[in-house]
């Protein structure tokens, strides 16, 4: 039956097809790709930056890389398992633009307190920055993760809090579609986001 633990179980297949949008092939391929990279099953958080940093060679992308990992990170063990990394790829690359802006807005709110304070946007932020390097040119209104910042909270934060609730998040994100690309330059929502 080939190599040990090289196919998922059907219960486990059923399930992640159930709860992902992906096929049970496809399930089967991701799987047999993370057992390539991952051997153990588990991915650290210094892997998944170093596969991360793949992606972004000309900026360091280590800040960025461990928000991401975070918010793969469902049950906060320090590990991706594959149930966790593809349900969060599933949301990422397939998901509706809700559930990939409920998914950014939990990488946003790092101490999970259901708001996204003007310092956690601009921790994201300047991950963000760092990341892309020089490569991308930014208008002048946003050429600073500062003034990025502070042109994000003037969109969104309707109830001028100086926090973002979910909801504020959400549409202001759905209602101007320039706030999705501040929120992720790009090249980070165009590599990440295969179908939309």
């Known amino acids: 039956m080939g190599k040990p633990n090289s196919k998922l179980k059907p219960e486990v ?7 992902t949008e992906f096929t049970e092939a496809e399930l089967q391929e991701w799987y047999r790709g993370f057992l390539k990279d ?18 972004f060679p000309y900026g360091d992308a280590s ?4 928000h991401v990992f975070r918010t793969f990170d469902a049950n906060g063990d320090n590990s991706i398992d594959f149930r966790e990394f593809i349900c969060a790829l599933s949301v990422t690359s397939r998901g509706k633009l809700e559930d990939k802006l409920r998914w950014a ?10 708001y ?3 310092n956690e946007m601009l921790e994201i ?13 930014m208008p002048e209104d ?3 993760p500062e003034k990025r910042v502070d042109k994000i909270f003037k969109q969104m934060d309707r ?25 992720q330059c790009d090249s980070v929502g165009g590599s990440a986001d295969g179908s939309n």
């Open 125 to 137: 932020v300047c991950a963000i920055y760092k990341m892309v390097g020089t490569v991308m040119k």
């Open 105 to 114: 807005f939990s990488m946003y709110d790092l101490d999970g307190n259901g």
């Open 159 to 183: 109830n001028l809090d100086g926090k973002l609730s979910l909801a504020e998040f959400v549409e202001g994100a759905k209602s101007d579609p320039s706030i999705v690309r501040l929120l």
């Open 13 to 19: 297949l059923q399930d992640l097809s159930s709860n």
């Open 142 to 144: 946003e050429s600073t």
């Open 38 to 55: 991952c051997p153990t099953g588990k991915l650290s958080v210094e892997e998944f930056k170093k596969i991360y940093g793949n992606f």
């Open 63 to 66: 800040k960025f890389a461990e």
């Open 116 to 118: 996204i304070s003007r």
